[in-house]
């Protein structure tokens, strides 16, 4: 008898739950609207969300527990990770951001995973005998890790550290010069971003056919900011775009004298 007592009322509880589940939903989704309307991104309570986190982690998200779902989700991305799990990570990762999407660390430590842990494995895997197709997967893991920061800045477009990111991706996996100097140099236009940004965009914009004078422009004004900007990498390189650009000598920066002998 008790047992039946307690059945009935898990049943009862459970039928509660899903009545709520299903007035606050469509409350819920109107409220999404109106904040994406007055320019507020948050992550849609949607079918595909309940479809990666199921029926109790959607009524979880639905109830206002995002953030601990999130967390949680991600220890389980990293168990993943140690796994060599790579498909699943990559679904537990597209979860968290869609729960979390003002998390720039979840954003970041997505790309960095699928971009680089995942696709060095990809190339690194002898049970693929495939050259052509391993390469092709560290394409593919890549692709997703570009993915990840493109989303990230869309919802976090205020933001300079993703789109840092996105362009150190841009330069050292897909050796796209020319985008990566436009992400450095979007990076580098927030009041915030470090001055380093800059010069990333200047060295970039450097290989780039046609944009040398960009890169010229930007190492010169740092170089004029003074000497805690006059890095060895940034002098050799401007020295080096003065003869490219067939700068005047008269307006050529002074060769720096060596240190006095002790």
Do not use: C
């Amino acid at each position: 008898m008790t047992g039946r007592v307690s059945m009935l009322r898990s049943l009862i509880a459970i039928v509660m739950l899903a009545m709520v589940g299903g007035v606050l939903l469509p409350w819920q989704i109107e409220l999404q609207k109106l904040a994406q309307k007055a320019h507020f991104r948050t992550a849609p309570l949607n079918l595909s969300l309940r479809e990666q986190v199921g029926q109790s982690g959607f009524l979880a998200a639905l109830s206002g527990f995002r953030s601990p779902l999130a967390a949680f989700l991600w220890i389980d991305a990293h168990t993943a990770w140690e796994k060599t799990e790579w498909g699943r990570m990559n679904g537990l990762f597209n979860t968290v951001t869609t729960l979390q999407p003002h998390s720039l660390l979840y954003w970041d430590i997505a790309a960095w995973h699928m971009a680089w842990n995942a696709s060095v494995a990809a190339l690194q895997d002898r049970k693929q005998q495939s050259e052509a197709l391993r390469e092709r997967a560290r394409r593919q893991y890549i692709e997703l890790g570009r993915d990840f920061l493109e989303r990230g800045i869309r919802n976090n477009p205020d933001q300079y550290l993703l789109y840092e990111r996105l362009g150190i991706l841009l330069r050292d996996k897909v050796e796209d010069h020319g985008a990566a100097a436009d992400a450095f140099a979007k990076a580098a236009s927030f009041r915030d971003a470090p001055a380093y940004i800059n010069r990333f965009a200047a060295y970039e914009a450097a290989k780039v056919p046609g944009r040398e004078r960009e890169a010229y422009d930007r190492l010169l004004a740092l170089y004029n900011q003074g000497e805690k900007q006059r890095m060895p990498s940034l002098l050799v390189m401007l020295r080096g775009l003065e003869q490219k650009l067939n700068i005047p000598d008269a307006q050529r920066i002074k060769a720096i004298a060596p240190p006095p002998p002790r």
